[in-house]
């Protein structure tokens, strides 16, 4: 059974840090690349990193690149995604993503100002 466990949420200061984890179950971790999405209320859902199988390879949008940071470990089957000097509108449910395979529940961000 696929599963995603992440974890790593909670509250945070304007121009704080935050890391979020994701093991990953059910299924070859290492046959596929990593994503991480992140929608806010009343917006559209946004990928913010993703990383190649062996995690040699990422890719960022505008908006978070030079602050996030995704990794991964293939032997714990787990994905990281380390965000600093994170903003008010950073806030958001963090997801992580498996393309074809599946997503977690989600865990939410919140950034006081």
């Known amino acids: 059974q696929v599963q995603f466990l992440e974890s790593g949420g909670g509250l945070v200061q304007s121009g704080g840090s935050l890391g979020l984890s994701c093991v990953a179950l059910?299924?070859?971790?290492?046959?596929?690349?990593m994503n991480w999405y992140r929608q806010a209320p009343g917006k559209e859902r946004e990928l913010v990193a993703t990383?190649?199988?062996?995690?040699?390879?990422?890719v960022y949008p505008d908006s978070v690149h030079g602050r996030f940071t995704i990794s991964r470990d293939n032997v714990k089957n787990t994905a990281y995604l380390q965000m600093r000097n994170l903003k008010p509108e950073n806030a958001a449910v963090y997801y992580c993503d498996v393309t074809q395979i599946g997503r977690g529940q989600g865990t939410q961000v919140t950034v006081s100002s």
């Open positions: 059910g299924f070859t971790f290492s046959d596929y690349a």
């Open positions: 990383n190649s199988r062996a995690g040699d390879n990422t």
